[in-house]
């Protein structure tokens, strides 16, 4: 094989080598039944004990906690977004949310289609590059739910902790973070993300939700939009984004031999420390994005002087082997997205990249 490039791209995202790789060698023949996984009906034995694994291994990962289901839903979180207001949001009710960059913009946006709808917390005034405190996270009297977006991919922002939303359930898109570190599911009433950052390819969303919130959808609501569907059905009332749930479950394998959500956390902080460390030490050639009580781990934003040295520094950059290092075209600016799957030695190359990079326009 070819040297891989140094992918830090946002998603969707890298791989884990070993992941791909076992794939590959299941990929004609899975299990000795001469078949793909992706041939298979999903009612089978075979590919339902795989779905039935990938679920019961991601709740082990965060402790087994009671109460709470895995489903499997398409169309990304973007559909999320929808549903959940659909689902949850009743008459006479207020759908709380937490306005902390563009992905919290799309998801209030889509929730004021479906009712009422409010922001109670947002970090506006400094362009997104900070959080709202915990103490300002407030639900209403009314609120069906609180929504927050834990990390933004785009700005680069990342809760560290999470508010206590009292009796009010509290909803969070994960998409860009989840199995990042370990966190208390109790504390939420629904987690969600799409899966193709940290957990596996695109195509499918990962749901871990409070059994007890979706025993009794609203009926009004078409079939597929309706969380009790998923929960009767076992995510298998059509059928499900196979090849896609496999990988998650590979991914959730190759979690669990890194020492779990404690020994990726303490990668992600090693290498993320490396890449802020780089920019920080740079002597203001480099500039961070974001306050540094907010950065996240997962997207490291940062600009240069001009747009035109952040140009030559992306073709530079792909030059060498780097992809994926240019910012959302919404804010600009450049951006290493360095997930679960981006191993050390990447980010050890950026970094040397970045200070060969300063020390020949200088």
């Given amino acids: 094989m070819s040297k891989r490039a140094y992918n830090f791209n946002a998603g969707p995202a890298a791989l884990p080598l070993e992941v791909l790789e076992r794939a590959q060698a299941e990929f004609v023949d899975y299990g000795g039944t001469g078949m793909s996984i992706m041939e298979m009906s999903h009612r089978g034995a075979v590919y339902e004990a795989v779905h039935n694994e990938a679920q019961e291994r991601l709740l082990s990962l965060l402790g087994n906690p009671s109460g709470y ?185 190759w979690i669990e031999e890194k020492g779990g959500l404690q020994g990726v956390e303490a990668m992600n902080r090693k290498k993320a420390s490396l890449i802020y460390d780089a920019i920080d030490q740079s002597g203001g050639f480099y500039r961070g994005c974001v306050s540094p009580e907010f950065r996240s781990d997962m997207n490291i934003t940062f600009r240069l002087g001009s747009e035109e040295l952040e140009k030559e520094f992306v073709k530079a950059s792909e030059q060498a082997g780097f992809v994926g290092l240019k910012g959302h075209r919404s804010v600009g600016g450049l951006r290493a997205s360095v997930y679960n799957a981006i191993p050390y030695e990447n980010c050890q190359a950026l970094v040397e990249f970045m200070q060969n990079f300063q020390a020949s326009h200088e």
């Fill in 69 to 253: 289901k895995v489903l499997f839903i398409q169309g990304g979180a973007s559909t999320q977004f929808a549903m959940i207001p659909m689902n949850f949001l009743g008459e006479g009710q207020v759908a709380d949310y937490v306005m902390t960059g563009s992905w919290a913009d799309k998801a209030i946006k889509e929730a004021k289609l479906i009712g009422n709808t409010q922001v109670v917390a947002s970090s506006e005034a400094s362009g997104y590059m900070s959080l709202p405190s915990l103490q300002d996270i407030q639900p209403s009297d009314n609120a069906a739910y609180l929504h927050l977006t834990s990390n933004e991919t785009i700005e680069g922002t990342q809760f560290k902790s999470f508010p206590d939303t009292g009796s009010v359930p509290l909803i969070v898109d994960m998409s860009s973070d989840i199995l990042s570190r370990p966190f208390d599911l109790n504390q939420f009433a629904m987690v969600y993300a799409g899966a193709q950052k940290n957990l596996g390819p695109s195509g499918v969303a990962v749901v871990i939700v409070r059994e007890d919130l979706i025993t009794d959808s609203p009926k009004h609501l078409p079939t597929m939009l309706r969380y009790n569907t998923y929960l009767k059905n076992n995510s298998l009332y059509n059928t499900p984004p196979s090849f896609g749930i496999y990988m998650i479950n590979e991914v959730l394998k």
